[in-house]
């Protein structure tokens, strides 16, 4: 009899199960934030827990404990240096549940899943054209001179696009008029 051996099983056979929690561990790690149903969120919140918990503790130990459930050198590391070293003041509540709403297709509640602490990205700098640096010129007597260079300024040019002879149609397919035909106003959810 099974009494008191209830867990989200989310309809898998054990190692399909284990290896769907396993999966959204590792996408948690590397993403940081993922969208998922809430069920399986919830299934994976308690591994997620444990492994931001080992990584605090950031011993060869909890490593190889890491390792196991990972599976992989990259993401273990990713775990112990930058994901443990943010949550060192944290005992709990590493990951939260923001719910998305339900899904068309079959109507299941999605959610976002993610650390409560984020880092962010940092945008890059645009690329500018190279600076060049003032040369000097000797003059007559041997004293040096530095001569400014104004900087290359490279606009953007305009982009121009080319539009078909106004005689001519542009050519559409067969099926791209059949998809016309059966598009509904509905199906633009």
């Given at each position: 009899?099974r009494?008191?051996?209830?867990?989200?099983?989310?309809?898998?056979?054990?190692?399909?199960?284990?290896?769907?929690i396993?999966?959204?561990?590792?996408?948690?790690i590397?993403?940081?934030?993922?969208?998922?149903?809430?069920?399986?969120?919830?299934?994976?919140?308690?591994?997620?827990?444990?492994?931001?918990t080992?990584?605090?503790?950031?011993?060869?130990?909890?490593?190889?404990?890491a390792?196991?459930?990972?599976?992989?050198?990259?993401?273990?590391?990713?775990?112990?240096?930058?994901?443990?070293?943010?949550?060192?003041k944290?005992?709990?509540?590493?990951?939260?549940?923001?719910?998305?709403?339900?899904r068309?297709?079959?109507?299941?509640?999605?959610?976002?899943?993610?650390?409560?602490?984020?880092?962010k990205?940092?945008?890059?700098?645009?690329?500018?054209?190279k600076?060049?640096?003032?040369h000097?010129?000797?003059?007559?007597q041997?004293?040096a001179?530095?001569?400014?260079?104004?900087?290359?300024?490279?606009?953007?040019?305009?982009?121009?696009?080319?539009?078909?002879?106004?005689?001519?149609?542009?050519q559409?397919?067969?099926?791209?008029?059949?998809r016309?035909?059966?598009?509904?106003?509905?199906?633009?959810?």
């Amino acid at each position: 009899m099974r009494h008191a051996k209830k867990r989200l099983q989310l309809n898998r056979f054990t190692s399909w199960h284990d290896a769907t929690i396993k999966s959204l561990a590792r996408s948690l790690i590397l993403a940081q934030s993922i969208k998922t149903t809430l069920h399986r969120a919830k299934a994976a919140h308690q591994m997620v827990e444990k492994l931001i918990t080992l990584a605090k503790t950031n011993t060869l130990f909890a490593r190889r404990q890491a390792q196991k459930l990972l599976g992989e050198h990259k993401l273990v590391n990713l775990l112990f240096n930058e994901i443990g070293p943010r949550f060192s003041k944290r005992s709990s509540g590493f990951t939260r549940i923001i719910p998305l709403g339900k899904r068309r297709g079959d109507n299941a509640e999605m959610v976002i899943f993610e650390l409560t602490e984020i880092k962010k990205k940092e945008a890059k700098a645009p690329k500018h054209a190279k600076e060049i640096k003032p040369h000097s010129v000797q003059d007559e007597q041997g004293q040096a001179e530095e001569k400014n260079v104004e900087e290359a300024k490279v606009e953007p040019k305009p982009v121009v696009k080319e539009h078909p002879a106004k005689g001519k149609k542009p050519q559409t397919k067969f099926i791209s008029g059949i998809r016309s035909i059966f598009k509904k106003k509905s199906d633009s959810l």
